[in-house]
């Protein structure tokens, strides 16, 4: 038997348990990831939150939880081409992540990714790169950001957020980026101008960029993305990941399945570097999924939250 995090109906963090299950084993073109870390991010606890979003991802409960995760390859299924045991992995699991192991398809798919953990890059630091590294590149993707835009960015000191400031000021743009004043220092050090997010926002950005806003990703709802329209920035320039597939004025809907094929070695070789820092704001045991989840989802915390196993 092993440990894995399920919930039996939906709910918020309460509904989290750490049950024993049967252990899984790698079957053809599979491996078994024996994982140390899992990292957590707002879909995990969306999903276990909201029925209507799990039915979009084919997730009844009960169901397992989370998806980013790293650890060790201890199983090998027949045909299994890339990988041995020993190996260090990282990668994600839709619903299985937060569990002593995890089988995983070598050759990716929609719902699990599998890549070689870089050496330098710590278990806990590569387990929160997936779901927010790839969903900031396709963010600025989306919006074609290259070296002298302005570009502003909402909820920047979020998970996805702290990503996707360093790697636009890695093209070569100013940043400014939207965020409670108790973050403005934090941001700061990630390179970034903050701006107070809220009433009057359009104000505050002009008065610090006068006519100088080029580029926008809203990395949360639509607030940012209103104003850059208000700014003028041309609705193609926009990108948003948390707006649902209709965003305001016809900017662009994305999210991390449209991030490139490259988009994880690139960020992980800035991780190894030392060209992008991952902050972990806290780490917790397995036994203690529900207090990770409830502090990660008071959106409150500056970096990632991560599991240890």
Known sequence: MSRAVIYERFGGPEVLRVREVPEPHAGPGEIRVRVTAAGLNPMDWGLVSRPEAAAQFGITAPAGFGYDLAGIVDEIGTGAAGFAVGDRVYGGALGRAAADFVVLGTSGGATEAVWHTPEGISDE???????????????????????GDTVLIGGAAGGVGIFAVQLARLTGARVIGTAAPSTFEFLRRLGAEPVAYGAGLADRVYTLAPGAVTAATDLFGTETAETALALGVPPERISTIAAGPNPPGGVRATGGIDAGPD??????????????????????PLEQIREAVTLQAGRHVHGKVVITL
């Open 125 to 147: 630091v590569a387990a929160a790169l997936p779901v927010a590294g790839m969903t900031a590149a396709a963010a600025l993707a989306a919006i074609g950001l290259r070296s």
């Open 263 to 284: 988009a994880m070695t690139r960020i992980a070789d800035a991780v190894r570097t030392g060209e992008l820092t991952v902050p972990i704001a806290a780490t917790y």
